[in-house]
């Protein structure tokens, strides 16, 4: 092979290291669309005041949360475990959920949330009533991480226009949460039509060897919601890696090569 081949092939590989491939691992993939009834839904989900809701998803059937439950009594957790993952250098976790808002309070406390069941690393996403409606909180993470619920800042709707925090707005909004071992990126979009209506990013430092290993949809930390409920769907958590490690390889390889050659 000449050495214009191999620098061809080279650039090939170069390009190919930093535009991809990069394929995201999926961990969690629920849509709701595969359960006849409640008891089917309990035979994947630990359910407690949760139930499916065959008529209105987005699209289809979901979860349907009405957050009717006592504070702190197991009555609003409905939860699903996986094995641990968390991010390591180089990857993202990315956890996503699409949340219904009927608007008809803004003094709500429903979250999707991600953790160790330990009690570890959390992350929830959805509608608490302090400091406002549409929110996000990383709590007991290490030392130097965020941990209070915030609100998105800077909220706009579809036209680009602020909304008050407290705005409640009908429809299905998809959060998202991109999670590094170093920070955590949530989006909120508003309708789910593509178009970012807010976003935050929280520091986070991992707590010890706590690993994610719990999604729970419902109440955060178990808090009871008197003011209304919500419905979840699209409930999805993948973890996207650094590009293929053996493309790496072959231009180390064919890096060698050129140098013999030179």
């Not at 390009?15 to 994947?44: K, N």
């Not at 178990?222 to 699209?234: A, H, M, P, R």
Request: aromatic residues 8%; proline residues 5%.
């Amino acid at each position: 092979m000449k050495t214009t081949h191999l620098l061809t092939f080279l650039s090939v590989a170069i390009a190919m290291v930093v535009a991809g491939p990069v394929r995201a691992a999926s961990i969690v993939s629920e849509d709701f669309e595969s359960y006849a009834d409640t008891t089917a839904l309990g035979g994947t989900w630990s359910l407690a005041d949760g139930t499916l809701d065959t008529a209105n998803g987005n699209p289809g059937q979901s979860m349907d949360h009405p957050g009717t439950g006592g504070s702190f009594t197991g009555a609003n957790t409905n939860s699903l475990s996986f094995p641990g993952v968390y991010p390591g250098p180089g990857q993202t976790l990315i956890f996503q959920a699409d949340i219904y808002d009927d608007a008809n309070s803004n003094n709500e406390r429903n979250s999707a949330g991600l953790r160790s069941a330990a009690g570890a690393n959390i992350i929830e996403m959805g509608h608490y009533n302090s400091p406002s409606h549409y929110a996000i909180r990383t709590v007991l993470f290490g030392a130097g991480s965020d941990g209070s619920w915030v609100a998105f800042p800077g909220l706009v709707d579809d036209a680009g226009d602020p909304l008050a925090d407290e705005t409640a707005v009908e429809g299905w909004h998809t959060y998202t949460a991109e999670i590094t071992d170093s920070q955590v990126t949530f989006t909120l979009d508003l309708n789910g039509d593509g178009n970012i209506n807010g976003t935050h990013v929280a520091t986070i430092n991992q707590n010890g060897g706590f690993l994610f290993d719990i999604i729970r949809l419902g109440g955060p930390s178990d808090l009871g919601s008197t003011n209304g409920g919500v419905k979840f769907d699209n409930i999805s958590l993948s973890l996207v890696p650094e590009p293929n490690t053996a493309i790496l390889a072959l231009f180390c390889c064919g890096l060698g090569l050129v140098q013999r050659r030179r």
